[in-house]
């Protein structure tokens, strides 16, 4: 249905700023109604919600311990999703993973069991 790469992980100093970035790659024909989101699983622990967005961008939620640190934007043309971190904390350390399900409704959703397309990963790692 739909491909996800995701990019923008590396090494950071606890404070610091990254972006990560989710490339969706779709067949020709499938309208483009993707609720999209981040997850993220660090070592030893569940994969846990970190950011979703509707496919118009109108309706964005967040995991709390990021709220006001993290950012989930999409590209004009939708295909690309975003999460802009800023004063990172060494607990942000994990796999970075991008998730996304098609809706034909404008919807987010933070449930692991609803998205069906993931991508490989991103390790994002934050030193103290």
């Known amino acids: 249905q739909v491909q996800l790469v995701e990019s923008g992980g590396g090494l950071v100093q606890a404070g610091g700023s990254l972006r990560l970035s989710c490339v969706a790659s779709?067949?020709?024909?499938?309208?483009?109604?993707?609720?999209m989101a981040w997850f993220r699983q660090a070592q030893g622990k569940e994969r846990e919600f970190v950011a979703t967005m509707s496919w118009n961008g109108q309706n964005v939620d967040y995991t709390d311990s990021v709220k006001g640190r993290f950012t989930i934007t999409r590209g004009d043309d939708k295909n690309t999703v975003y999460l802009q971190m800023v004063s990172l904390k060494p607990e942000d350390t994990a796999v970075y993973y991008c998730?996304?399900?098609?809706?034909?409704?404008?919807?987010?959703?933070?449930?692991?069991?609803?998205?069906?397309?993931w991508g490989q990963g991103t390790l994002v790692t934050v030193s103290s």
């Open positions: 779709m067949r020709s024909g499938v309208v483009n109604r993707w609720t």
């Open positions: 998730a996304a399900v098609w809706r034909p409704y404008n919807s987010v959703s933070k449930a692991i069991s609803d998205y069906d397309n």
